[in-house]
């Protein structure tokens, strides 16, 4: 067998672009994408994850979404349709406990979203970079909810192409055995 | 078009099963469920996961990762051909200030796992339910990574289906515009 096994399509290609075209997103295009984010797996069922997005369909809630990301960030998901916050709620529903897997919970959310774009032809692009406190304010995101990641979802400029330059640690680095820094595959 | 869009296959078919049969996952195949984590999407391309694993193999090794779980995840989680907890890195590798996207990235990374892990067939099981600080000195995880899930992966007992209580909040408690709480889609 060779040494790497394939990944399944839709991970292996999807990647975050930073030049999208403006073609629309029909709504039950961007209402799966969400289906996909919604069917994640969660601490004890919780469903920490929430989603604030706009498309360019509303220019003024789009605006809005713009206005808390860095300029840099600005500038490239601009053109993206959909852009949005995840946010993890830190508490459970059922007894009002912390729940320290709100965010944890979110990023799995968003990574299945990204999957199903993935699968569409469309690409997700998270970002760190962006004005949480602002967010918070101009969203009226509730204290028991935690600021995950800002994105952009999009179908890709044609031109546009993943950089030579992607890439990621070895599995050695990655995956140990029940010894801290000894790898396991 | 339909209510509901149809999800990409390998999403729709991912579950958190409680009954795994005893067959050997090939190394080859499980390499290639960490390759999904690998190239999940990161804050910054910190790449902040890290895995602790065990498989049925490594009958010593094994027995260490399923004595930090709770007794009630003990019981079918002994099942799985493989065990592990995954890790979240607190810190910029680049210039040591705080990450908070350690465990959001690492809940991403299990995500992409348990997406690759449907695709073959095979299905991961994330569990909150384990002791941390057992965890953290059994297996001499640094200060500077955070605890994140642990998880068994096996091929599912045929005769383990997903339950019919399988329930998800919908969509309009979840995806909000740019007001709190006002559904969007």
């Not at 809630?61 to 946010?87: H, I, R």
């Not at 998270?126 to 509730?142: L, N, Q, S, T, V």
């Not at 010894?179 to 396991?184: L, P, Q």
């Amino acid at each position: 067998m060779p040494e790497t096994v394939e990944l399944h399509p839709v991970i292996a290609h999807r990647w975050s672009p930073r030049a999208f075209t403006d073609e629309r997103i029909e709504p039950q295009v961007l209402r799966s994408l969400f289906e996909a984010a919604r069917w994640s797996a969660s601490c004890f069922n919780e469903q920490p994850w929430r989603f604030v997005i706009a498309t360019k369909d509303q220019p003024e809630e789009f605006q809005k979404l713009l206005d808390v990301l860095v300029p840099a960030n600005q500038q490239w998901a601009s053109q993206a349709w959909v852009l949005g916050v995840t946010v993890g709620k830190t508490t459970f529903t059922h007894n009002g406990k912390p729940n320290r897997y709100g965010l944890h919970d979110a990023g799995a959310a968003l990574a299945s979203l990204a999957t199903q774009a993935s699968s569409l032809g469309l690409q997700a692009h998270g970002m760190g970079g962006f004005h949480h406190d602002k967010a918070r304010e101009d969203f009226g995101i509730p204290e028991d909810y935690e600021l995950g990641a800002a994105f952009a979802v999009g179908y890709v400029d044609p031109g546009e192409v993943p950089p030579a330059t992607r890439t990621r640690k070895p599995l050695e680095e990655l995956v140990f055995g029940t010894e801290w820094g000894k790898a396991a595959l």
